[in-house]
């Protein structure tokens, strides 16, 4: 199943994956307001042999299946203080 990738104007790291190319009918119109405008990056075929590098393909099948949609949050960062009390209190 081929499935469409975008990424998010307004959150670094954001991804949304849905079914076919401009179709938003079942993301949330929070979520589409908090995403921003939509960025087309490439089609993908979650049932192919390459993997999706931060997801399970088949998570993401299974969730655009039963919800119309996946969303990618991008990573979690560590803050600031707690790299310097790494670096300096180690």
Known sequence: MLCAIYKSSRKEGMYLYVEKRDQFEAVPDTLRQIFGQPIFVML???KGKKQLVQA????VLAHIQQQGFYLQ???LQESLL???K???LS
Not at 56 to 59: G, I, L, T
């Open 82 to 84: 707690a790299q310097h």
């Open 73 to 75: 949050m991008p990573p």
């Open 56 to 59: 399970s393909n088949q998570d």
């Open 86 to 88: 790494k670096q300096y």
């Open 44 to 46: 993908f075929n979650l």
